[in-house]
């Protein structure tokens, strides 16, 4: 089993705030993607990168992915209240047929 | 396109009962997945198939079985349910490996008491 580490675990944030969570592993991926699964409903991807050093912004997020292939950041600029919500990232191998999921971080944002 | 659709939405089960969960995809998806998210957790991958007539045990594959006899369906076996299996079980799809998106569908939340 490919380990994916998150952290926070868990984050609280006002409204307005700038974050960054973390995605780390001792494996080297073929690609990262970013997911966020709001309650009730099923993950939903938000981005995917496949380059070493690679960084991907889809408005107020911006996601890295390690020059070693190892580990990624999500980064949220002035968070809003409709960006709560548990962020999975996940690793694919190229010799593996599924993905590696994270560990999540739950992130609230306060209005 | 409906994508990924789960049945049943919510299940109560008594322990050493059995049960079916429902998957199906109208995306034409060879690779389909079936993972467990326990509370506050990620996902677990439970099985997973490349293909109608193809599967293969992911991380956690005990206490339960799979079939894909067509590229759309892939339901999800719990035989002799277990306290241990109580769970949010999400169904997904993709088109391909890796890189490759995987849809989910809504999820079943199963309790076992």
């Known amino acids: 089993t490919q380990l994916l580490e998150q952290s926070p675990q868990f984050l609280s944030i006002q409204e307005g705030e700038n974050l960054t969570v973390y995605c780390n592993s001792s494996?080297?991926?073929?690609?990262l993607q970013w997911y966020r699964q709001e309650p009730g409903e099923g993950p939903v991807l938000l981005v995917t990168?496949?380059?070493?050093?690679e960084v991907k912004k889809l408005k107020r997020l911006t996601f890295q992915f390690g020059d070693a292939r190892k580990d990624s950041s999500l980064h949220i600029t002035a968070a809003q209240p409709g960006d709560t919500g548990l962020y999975l990232c996940a690793g694919g191998d190229t010799g593996a047929n599924n993905l590696f999921f994270g560990t999540g971080t739950r992130l609230t944002v306060i209005p | 396109n409906a994508g990924v659709t789960q049945t049943p939405k919510f299940r109560i089960l008594k322990i050493g009962q059995s049960m079916t969960l429902q998957c199906a995809q109208d995306?034409?998806?060879?690779?389909m997945y079936w993972y467990r998210q326990d509370p506050g957790m990620g996902l677990k991958l439970i099985y997973y198939?490349?293909?109608?007539?193809?599967?293969d045990k992911g991380e956690v594959p005990n206490g339960y079985n799979v079939s894909r006899s067509t590229t759309e369906d892939f339901p999800l076996r719990l035989e002799l349910a277990a306290p241990s299996q109580t769970s949010v079980y999400f169904c997904?799809?993709?088109?391909?490996?890796?890189?490759?998106?995987?849809?989910f569908g809504p999820g079943t939340r199963l309790t076992v008491t």
């Open positions: 990168v496949v380059t070493g050093g």
């Open positions: 995306m034409n998806h060879n690779y």
């Open positions: 198939s490349v293909g109608a007539g193809i599967t």
């Open positions: 997904a799809s993709s088109y391909g490996q890796g890189l490759y998106e995987q849809y």
């Open positions: 494996s080297v991926f073929s690609s």
